[in-house]
């Protein structure tokens, strides 16, 4: 496959809580699937499965009216002052809608219960209360594209999703945590609900099984629920997780063949066959905005990195105005330029090279997508193709990780 395929997304990380605690089956390492070796003592504490995930519809942020398609008929709710009101003329603080179907709103299908709250900016705020293993689908089906990913790729990624929304439970104890449903978390549009076509009634399939076969699995190290990290295409190398989260501990770059290879071949490949390169243009006036947040002034005179990983990959660039300079990371300036935009730190080259802007602005031309850390997408399909276990590709991406089956049950 020469093609970079759609509807890849970075992720950072997150917060939440449960009200969990859980049992605990033999722990493996990943190199050895299903193996049933002693329990890990240090393990039998500490990590726990939430039974439920609060999910953030951020979309739906500040909606003056929610309107929801049931299986009964339609249920709306809108604010008044302090309060929600419903259709059916119940009020109150918070209300909850509880269907035994599927919840649709803003054309996405959901299941389990939905929270709507008047929120501080005005109009209303939405969460949905999900069973863990039906988000964990929702975002696989989010995170991949479901018509051409293998069952050991999907089955990777779904227990990176599980992982990462286990982490961040324990992370954050506060009474009622909450995921976001996009990139500030984990892609999240609701349940996948395949047309009539073979081919799509076949992923929903294929997608179902492998949330089920790895039902409860999650990634530990040294007896605790690994802080994981997955992205769309690392461009050859994987990056440390300490130089791009601030606080967190480092992880192992890992080399990635498949990119590598891809990386290889584009670099003699006409422009137009290049899915692993990207470029960016940006406009003068997105250059002095970032002067003005970075705080030197109000024109861009000069972008110029500081600091690299052994990759190559771009930590700390210097970002200089007419009125001073700043040393920051690349992810501020990411953010501040658009993650969608400056899609990786694998920076090839600037435009004008000196990284002063020209009356065009900046151009920017990088390889890969995403942040870098942990999983690779692009390379978890490749390896999957090559007939690698998603257990196999856990552990090439996360080196010395074990694997636990944990169930959850609700804390009395
Ligand atoms: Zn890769």
Known sequence: MTAL??????????????????????????????????????????????????????GLESSERVEVQTSAGPVAFWRQGQ???????????????????????????????????PHAKGGLRVFLECDLERYVEGVVAAELPLWSALPAELQAQAIAVRTYTAYTLAQHPEPHPYLWDGVQDQAFRGQFVPGASQGEQRAAVRLSRAVEATRGLVLLQGGRVLDVRYHAACGGLTANRASLFPGTAPSAMVACDPCAQRAAAEAAAPAERRPLTWTAQFAPQDLDRLAREAGVGEHL????????????????????????????????????????????????????????????????????????????????????????????????????????????????
């Open 5 to 58: 395929r759609p509807q890849r997304r970075w992720v950072g990380r997150v917060c939440i809580a449960g009200l969990v605690a859980l049992a605990l089956l033999p722990l493996t390492t990943c190199r050895t699937p299903r193996a049933r070796l002693p329990l890990d003592p240090a393990a039998s504490a500490e990590p726990h499965l939430p039974r439920t995930v609060r999910v953030l519809l951020a």
């Open 83 to 117: 309060r929600v009101v419903r259709s059916s003329g119940e009020s109150g603080p918070r209300l909850w809608l509880t269907a035994p179907g599927p919840l649709v709103l803003a054309g996405r299908t959901y299941l389990g219960t939905l929270e709507l709250e």
């Open 301 to 412: 005179t000069l972008l110029q990195v500081i600091e690299q990983d052994t990759g190559g990959r771009w930590q700390r660039v210097r970002v200089q105005g007419n009125k001073g300079a700043v040393a920051l990371p690349l992810d501020t300036v990411r953010k501040s330029l658009g993650y969608a935009t400056w899609k990786s730190g694998r920076v090839l080259a600037l435009d004008p090279a000196n990284g002063v802007p020209g009356p065009q602005g900046l151009g920017v031309r990088g390889l890969g997508r995403g942040h870098g850390v942990g999983l690779c997408q692009e390379g978890a399909h490749d390896y999957a193709a090559r007939g690698w276990t998603d257990f196999a590709i856990l552990e090439h991406y996360y080196p010395g990780c074990a694997i636990a089956r944990l169930s959850a049950t609700t804390q009395p």
